[in-house]
């Protein structure tokens, strides 16, 4: 049972593995604190709105289940979004901005829900949403140190290289979010394969995504 809540941290990584919630993870991993706040926001709504959702599955009829999901996960948001209004630092509540309510249409939280929440129990759901919850934030605070450090040599706002007096921008930017998240995604690739090899077999890339299944070498030379 305890496997529903690991696989969301590391070999169904909603971010690093199945490439979902693009868009928060690029536009707030600026830095750490804001990835932080994205991250934890994020979680709360998947845990609760799997919990609620494994209850209500089986009194919720199948044609409308989509929308009934959708205002459970919007509830949490709203519960959310007040809070962090109330209670979180005014600096990164002005990040966020719009990606909070947002939330709403993130495909990692609609996507457990119909996937999980509403086929197993609320324990096992609970789970699963702590577990992606976790794997989205720990991705973004990776992805927001690694860019705010390259910014800046700051770690959470913290200066930890002083004569770092001038900021690489690119990094704070979308164009720097789109290389920082491509190296990960390519240190991960490396350590599959030689992992992989160490236990040998053969890493296959994902299906539909290898060459056999690409254009793009056919589409220049047409050119």
């Known amino acids: 049972m305890w496997k529903d809540f690991i696989n969301g941290i590391w070999k169904e990584n909603p971010v690093l593995v199945l490439m979902l919630g693009m868009c928060p993870t690029l536009a707030t991993t600026s830095n750490a604190p804001n990835a932080l706040g994205m991250g934890l926001a994020t979680t709360f709504v998947l845990a609760c709105s799997n919990v609620v959702i494994s209850a209500i599955r089986n009194i919720v009829p199948a044609k409308i289940r989509i929308p009934c999901y959708i205002v459970v996960i919007a509830t949490f948001v709203t519960i959310v979004d007040l809070l962090m209004q109330a209670y979180a630092p005014s600096s990164i509540y002005d990040a966020l901005g719009i990606f909070i309510p947002l939330i709403v249409v993130n495909c990692i939280v609609l996507g457990r829900a119909e996937a999980f929440a509403s086929k197993h129990g609320i324990f096992r759901s609970l789970l699963d949403g702590l577990g992606m919850g976790c794997g989205f934030t720990l991705a973004l605070v990776m992805l927001g140190l690694a860019r705010e450090f390259c910014t ?17 921008n690119l990094m704070s930017m979308a164009p720097g979010g789109f290389i920082m998240l491509g190296m990960f995604l390519a240190g991960m690739n490396i350590y599959n394969k030689r992992k992989a090899e160490k236990e040998g077999r053969k890493c296959d890339p994902p299906m539909d995504m290898d060459c ?7 589409i220049e030379r047409e050119k």
């Open 152 to 168: 800046g040599g700051t770690l959470f706002q913290i200066k930890v290289i002083t004569p770092w007096t001038i900021d690489f």
């Open 212 to 218: 056999r299944h690409c254009n793009i070498c056919t």
